[in-house]
Each structure stands twice: as C-alpha cells, then as structure tokens.
C-alpha cells in the first residue's frame, strides 16, 4: 500500500533526528501529523490530506541484541516479512501477523494478532522495550524501568502517545511450524462455525485457527476455510490436534506441511482503491447466539465473515499490563464488506445491518481491524480504566494531541496518579 494521499510534506525518516524534526515542522506549523509504518492502517490513518506525512520505511534496521534470549531490536518502518526472513536463520520468530507486507509499527502498537497467537502471545507480549520520540520531540528509551506508563501505553494504544522508532523484542526459538488449510462444502455453515468454536475450547495451545466464510462473488463460490498453525515442526502432533476440525463437515480439501515460519505470511494486499467496512468484537464466549448474529449479517448484504481463536496464551497477561485489556477474549469476531472504487460506499453498523447484533456479544474490538467509520472507536478498543489511563498518558506525553491521526483518545487529566 503506497498511496500516500495529497500531504503537504512527506518526510523519508532515516534517523531519529528526522523524526524529531518532523514533529517540530508539524507543531510549529501547526498543520496535522500522520504517521506511517508500513502503510496498512484499515482506517486510512496512515494516508494524508494536507500536513505533514512521516514516513517511517527508512527505520527498518533488524538487529540482534542477544541470540541466546532472543533478543531483537526492529525497526518500526520494517515489515514483518523482513523480520521473519531476518530472524530464521538463527531459529528464532515472533507472532505478529498474517501477511509480510504489513509494518512493524502499526501492527505492534495496536497489540498484534499472528499465527501463534495462542502459544506465544500478542505481538505486543513479546516486546520489552521500544525508543520513542514523544511530542516535544525528545527521543526516550523506555522499558518496565523507564517511563513505564509510556511502556505500558504504547503495548495497545496504536500511535496515540508517540513515534515508536525501534522495538526491542523477545522472539521465541521457532524455526519450523506446521500451516494448514481445510476447505469445507459450503452447507451448513451454523454448525461449522458452532463445531470450529467446541473444537477451539479444548485445542491444544500450540493450534492457532481462523475459520473465514467468503460470499460469492464474480471470481468464485462461497468458501468455508480454516487455516491453521501449529507452532513446532510435529506433523504427527499437529495431526492429532486438528483430527477435529476434519470432521466439522464434508472437507473439500485438507493440505498440510512442516514449513518455515516466515512462509506462512501471506505476500497478499488489498487491491487499490478497494473500499472497505471492516468491524470486529473479543468474545469472552463465542456463544451460538453471537455466531447466529454473526451469520446473519450476510443476509443484509455479502460479507466476509472471519472468527480468530484466541484464549491461550492471550489470557496469561494481565488485562491491566498493556493498553491490549481483552485478555478474556475466546475469539474475534471480523465482519468484512468491500466494493470496488467508484461503487456505492459498502458499510457495518449502519441500521438494518445489525452489527450491534454481534457487538453486544464482545467487551470491546481489535483497534487494528477497524474501518474509520466511527470516529469515537477508540471507546469501543479501550474498556472505561484503560481509556481514561490511556488519556492520562496522553495528557501527560501528549498535551496538544498531536498524534490524533489514529483511534484516537484526546488527552484528559484525572485526579488519580498515572500507574
Ligand atoms: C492485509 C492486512 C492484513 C492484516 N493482518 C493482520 C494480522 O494478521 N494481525 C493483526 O494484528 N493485524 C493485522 N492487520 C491490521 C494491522 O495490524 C493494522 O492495519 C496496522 O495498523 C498496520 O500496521 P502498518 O504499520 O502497516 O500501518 P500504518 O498504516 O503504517 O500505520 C497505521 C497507524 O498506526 C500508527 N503507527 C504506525 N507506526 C507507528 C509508529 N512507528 N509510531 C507511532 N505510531 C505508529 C499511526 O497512527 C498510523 O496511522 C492487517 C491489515 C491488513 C491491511
């Protein structure tokens, strides 16, 4: 994703000192700052109009800190298909992701949701300290010890607090793992999705699953998909964890192998200009109620429809140690419509749709798989303590709300201290 919309200054980071400068050029000017990593932002928050547009591509070092703990530094402008083919030959990875074109930095900040999600964590879980330069346009290495609020903001609260330019990470000894793709007969997908959903309750952590139900369309049939991930090089072990997901319904197809980690990204990219309404919801239980409300939005118009698992590792963190606060999720919950440009706009949650169907189900949504639509979602990322901490630390770091081209929560002093 290139386009970069119509900025009045695109500035090609190379160094910290460029960061620093671009945000001094935007304060002083006063016009908008937009922050881009790797250009992927769902919600358009990474292309301009006016202002000055940071572009963060040239932050992409990948240095190894320490090999026998893992320890990588990234930089915020990498991919995570550069990190992946960087890390491999030392046998080492971290789960961030599906697709290698997506960036470092957006997807970090948001938490991270990748194919060994359920064994190793978010993205963010992994990460032990980061360098950021904050609106004043100091540049601050912060970690549990040193501006901790700040440490603890930027695991989840996207770009709202500062321009994340490295990431110091903990990658976890995977070289090889086992990927998976299970296609079904498109019949009755209620009790698919119902039997996708008992058979992730009792999985075996190392199995990360999406289920994806596409509509027809003009380039094919309706598709019941399951791919999957399980995070060793076991194919017998991996056999035995997904013998349920082989008798949900009648398999088309059921590939899989021992491959490299960094294979099972994806190289693919939303075509250009394509127009998108993308909503989410964390389930604590995906209950048959939430999947019905789910199904039925295909009624109202063609929708994707993709249900991650979670749980696992997700839950063995704090709902208050980073600004990610749905621990308890058991899934997500993706609803998709898309049109080519030039068409109607497509759109979720407008009446009729019923997406507040679905949503009532969850305690919040994935900031990183949401559309702009709704200008207040952040309301809908961050749980009430989260949001008001969050706000705190803006208040704090981010007075004059510089970084507000994101989910974004104005800053707000309370009465009570920063943690
Ligand atoms: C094809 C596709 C596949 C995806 N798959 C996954 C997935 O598997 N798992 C998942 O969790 N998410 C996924 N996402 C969502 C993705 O995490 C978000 O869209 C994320 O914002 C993209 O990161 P980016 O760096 O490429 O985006 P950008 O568009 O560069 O950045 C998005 C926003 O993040 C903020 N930001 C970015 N970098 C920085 C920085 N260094 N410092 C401060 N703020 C910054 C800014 O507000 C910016 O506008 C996917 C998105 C797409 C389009």
Same mark, same amino acid.
């Given at each position: 994703?290139?386009?970069?919309?119509?900025?009045?200054?695109?500035?090609?980071?190379?160094?910290?000192?460029?960061?620093?400068?671009?945000?001094?050029?935007?304060?002083?000017?006063?016009?908008?700052?937009?922050?881009?990593?790797?250009?992927?932002?769902?919600?358009?928050?990474?292309?301009?109009?006016?202002?000055?547009?940071?572009?963060?591509?040239?932050?992409?070092?990948?240095?190894?800190?320490?090999?026998?703990?893992?320890?990588?530094?990234?930089?915020?402008?990498?991919?995570?298909?550069?990190?992946?083919?960087?890390?491999?030959?030392?046998?080492?990875?971290?789960?961030?992701?599906?697709?290698?074109?997506?960036?470092?930095?957006?997807?970090?900040?948001?938490?991270?949701?990748?194919?060994?999600?359920? +064994?190793?964590?978010? =993205?963010?879980?992994?990460?032990?300290?980061? #360098?950021?330069? *904050?609106? $004043?346009? %100091? !540049?601050?290495? @912060?970690?549990?010890?040193?501006?901790?609020?700040?440490?603890?903001?930027?695991?989840?609260?996207?770009?709202?607090?500062?321009?994340?330019?490295?990431?110091?990470?903990?990658?976890?000894?995977?070289?090889?793992?086992?990927?998976?793709?299970?296609?079904?007969?498109? +019949?009755?997908?209620? =009790?698919?999705?119902?039997?996708?959903?008992? #058979?992730?309750? *009792?999985? $075996?952590? %190392? !199995?990360?699953? @999406?289920?994806?139900?596409?509509?027809?369309?003009?380039?094919?049939?309706?598709?019941?998909?399951?791919?999957?991930?399980?995070?060793?090089?076991?194919?017998?072990?991996?056999?035995?964890?997904?013998?349920?997901?082989?008798?949900?319904?009648?398999?088309?197809?059921?590939?899989?192998?021992?491959?490299?980690?960094?294979?099972?990204?994806?190289?693919?990219?939303?075509?250009?200009?394509?127009?998108?309404?993308?909503?989410?919801?964390?389930?604590?239980?995906?209950?048959?109620?939430?999947?019905?409300?789910?199904?039925?939005?295909?009624?109202?118009?063609?929708?994707?429809?993709?249900?991650?698992?979670?749980?696992?590792?997700?839950?063995?963190?704090?709902?208050?140690?980073?600004?990610?606060?749905?621990?308890?999720?058991?899934?997500?919950?993706?609803?998709?419509?898309?049109?080519?440009?030039?068409?109607?706009?497509?759109?979720?949650?407008?009446?009729?749709?019923?997406?507040?169907?679905?949503?009532?189900?969850?305690?919040?949504?994935?900031?990183?798989?949401?559309?702009?639509?709704?200008?207040?979602?952040?309301?809908?990322?961050?749980?009430?303590?989260?949001?008001?901490?969050?706000?705190?630390?803006?208040?704090?770091?981010?007075?004059?709300?510089?970084?507000?081209?994101?989910?974004?929560?104005?800053?707000?002093?309370?009465?009570?201290?920063?943690?």
């Amino acid at each position: 994703m290139t386009t970069y919309g119509t900025p009045e200054t695109v500035v090609h980071a190379r160094t910290t000192a460029d960061v620093a400068g671009a945000i001094h050029l935007a304060r002083d000017a006063g016009v908008p700052l937009t922050v881009r990593s790797g250009g992927h932002s769902v919600a358009g928050h990474s292309t301009a109009d006016g202002g000055v547009l940071l572009d963060l591509r040239g932050l992409h070092r990948i240095t190894l800190l320490d090999r026998a703990r893992g320890r990588v530094r990234i930089g915020a402008g990498a991919t995570w298909g550069t990190v992946g083919r960087r890390l491999a030959p030392y046998g080492l990875a971290i789960t961030a992701g599906d697709t290698a074109s997506v960036g470092v930095g957006g997807l970090t900040l948001g938490g991270g949701i990748g194919w060994m999600v359920r +064994r190793y964590g978010l =993205a963010v879980d992994s990460v032990v300290g980061a #360098h950021v330069v *904050t609106a $004043d346009g %100091r !540049l601050r290495h @912060v970690d549990a010890a040193h501006d901790p609020d700040l440490f603890w903001a930027i695991r989840g609260g996207g770009g709202n607090v500062g321009v994340v330019t490295t990431l110091d990470m903990e990658a976890a000894a995977v070289s090889e793992v086992v990927f998976g793709v299970l296609s079904y007969e498109v +019949r009755d997908v209620g =009790a698919l999705v119902r039997g996708w959903r008992d #058979h992730l309750r *009792t999985s $075996d952590d %190392r !199995l990360t699953s @999406v289920l994806a139900l596409t509509p027809e369309t003009p380039m094919g049939p309706a598709q019941a998909v399951v791919q999957w991930c399980f995070a060793e090089p076991d194919h017998a072990g991996a056999t035995r964890a997904t013998a349920g997901l082989r008798a949900l319904g009648t398999v088309l197809a059921d590939e899989y192998a021992v491959v490299p980690y960094p294979d099972v990204l994806e190289e693919h990219d939303m075509p250009e200009g394509m127009q998108v309404a993308m909503r989410n919801a964390l389930v604590p239980a995906l209950t048959d109620d939430a999947i019905d409300a789910a199904l039925a939005l295909r009624d109202a118009a063609p929708t994707v429809i993709a249900l991650r698992g979670l749980g696992g590792a997700v839950r063995w963190v704090a709902p208050d140690a980073t600004a990610f606060a749905h621990r308890d999720a058991e899934a997500m919950v993706l609803a998709a419509r898309m049109a080519p440009p030039g068409a109607p706009a497509p759109s979720l949650g407008g009446s009729g749709d019923d997406w507040e169907a679905v949503a009532r189900h969850g305690t919040g949504a994935y900031v990183g798989f949401l559309d702009g639509a709704d200008p207040d979602a952040a309301r809908l990322v961050y749980p009430p303590e989260t949001y008001a901490r969050l706000a705190a630390v803006k208040a704090a770091y981010d007075p004059d709300n510089l970084f507000r081209s994101n989910h974004n929560v104005p800053p707000a002093r309370t009465t009570e201290p920063v943690r």
